[in-house]
């Protein structure tokens, strides 16, 4: 199942206002995965809205960062629009992931941020098939936070808004040792932000 179409679709649907009558800033990005640690510093596929307020995408087939992260069809777009109002969108769809070598895997991941005249939301952000340490999951609350016992923790679907935005990551992996924060994993990342 392809789940980039979904995400492209419903970004494609953002409302365009072409009245042009006050400028407002938009901005959005996505990425498939990132792995930040001590001696991991690797972004893929990557998309930033360029500052024209075109479409940006990336897209990779197979992307693998050594043990912490493979995934398969790897599909990051950012679009948006200054007019009145401005609006601004990403999304990130993932499929076949294993983080951690398989303690936690997703069939599919789909992270999408929409941003408009001062509203934002992640409508439409789905994990598919989700299993966390053997266990299954079904469709996270936003910010579900599961214990990784001798790795750290996860937040899913994790959420956080700021004014006239919004991040969405579906699986935030925080590395930690004795309780110190070492590194950390994000898998399906979008953001947008109308100011």
């Known amino acids: 199942m392809k789940f980039q179409h979904a995400g492209l679709a419903l970004l494609l649907a953002l409302p365009v206002s072409l009245s042009g009558q006050m400028q407002r800033s938009a901005t959005a990005a996505a990425f498939g995965v990132s792995v930040r640690t001590g001696t991991v510093n690797q972004t893929a596929a990557s998309a930033v809205l360029p500052g024209d307020g075109s479409v940006a995408q990336a ?23 200054g007019s009145d ?43 598919a098939n989700l299993t966390v340490n053997g266990v299954s999951l079904d469709t996270p609350a936003p910010n579900t936070r599961v214990n990784l016992p001798g790795v750290g923790y996860v937040v899913l ?29 994000i898998v399906g990342s979008a953001s947008s932000q109308v100011n």
Do not use: K, W
């Open 59 to 81: 897209r990779a087939g197979d992307v693998t960062i050594g043990t912490y992260v493979s995934a398969q069809d790897v599909f990051s777009i950012a679009t948006g629009d």
């Open 85 to 127: 109002p401005a609006d601004a969108g990403s999304s990130s769809t993932l499929e076949s992931v294993s983080v951690l070598n398989g303690l936690i895997t997703a069939n599919g991941v789909v992270a999408i941020a929409s941003s408009t005249g001062g509203t934002s939301d992640a409508e439409g952000s789905s994990l």
């Open 157 to 185: 679907n994790e959420q956080t808004t700021t004014p006239g935005g919004i991040t969405v990551n579906m699986i935030h992996v925080v590395l930690q040792t004795f309780g110190v924060t070492t590194g950390e994993i």
